[in-house]
């Protein structure tokens, strides 16, 4: 198992542990979480592990984080969609596959509007950065969605990310060179070319 699929897995852990202790304790919308050294206690997982999932479910808007504060549920019954999001597509073989497709479609939707929406300069400072960077797929399609400016997409992408992880899919190896020449296309704003370079890192005949 390759280290994203572990953190994918660990972060379902954690989400289901959270709902089964916010549940047992009685939390409500308002109330504070314990803090990240507390969690990681408690749940005896790592720091690391609880920031990524904190991360998560602040971007489904199921909980904030007060600066200086700490971190307060927003909508106790959010927590109730995670759970069937999660019992859902980790039971029903035909919603993992749903789970990829959902997946690809929010990319190819975010390099259209990346490539739109984007100044030149913006994208070429991520040619750059593709350029030169380290990077795994992940961290370049997060860069891809954060240049389209949606955040309902960001929201979608970064929960169907990590269940797509946990499911063991078989991975492609991409090269650098390809996530480059996505990006060029992004720069020339040409939709087919944009397509046709996506859909081959993805092996996929179309979209």
Avoid at 140 to 159: E, G, P, Q, S, V
Wanted: hydrophobic share 35%.
């Amino acid at each position: 198992m390759n280290s994203s699929q572990s953190s994918s897995k660990v972060y379902l852990e954690i989400v289901k542990q959270l709902r089964a202790m916010i549940q047992t304790e009685g939390y409500q919308a308002g109330d504070k979480l314990p803090s990240e050294r507390e969690m990681s206690e408690r749940l005896n997982v790592g720091r690391s592990s609880v920031r990524e999932a904190f991360r998560a479910l602040e971007l489904l808007g199921l909980i904030e984080t007060r600066r200086g504060e700490g971190t307060f549920i927003r909508d106790f019954r959010g927590h109730q969609l995670v759970q069937l999001l999660s019992t859902f597509i980790l039971q029903d073989e035909r919603a993992k596959g749903d789970v990829k497709e959902t997946k690809f479609l929010i990319e190819w939707d975010c390099l259209w509007l990346g490539a739109r929406k984007a100044a030149d300069s913006e994208l070429n400072k991520i040619k750059e950065w593709a350029l030169t960077g380290n990077y795994d797929d992940d961290e370049f399609f997060y860069r891809i969605i954060l240049l389209a400016d949606n955040h309902l997409f960001m929201r979608m992408w970064t929960i169907l990310k990590d269940y797509y992880n946990s499911l063991n899919f078989p991975q492609d190896k991409v090269s650098k060179e390809d996530y480059v020449l996505l990006i060029d296309t992004m720069v020339q704003h040409d939709e087919q070319q944009i397509k046709d370079q996506y859909c081959k890192i993805r092996n996929l005949s179309s979209i």
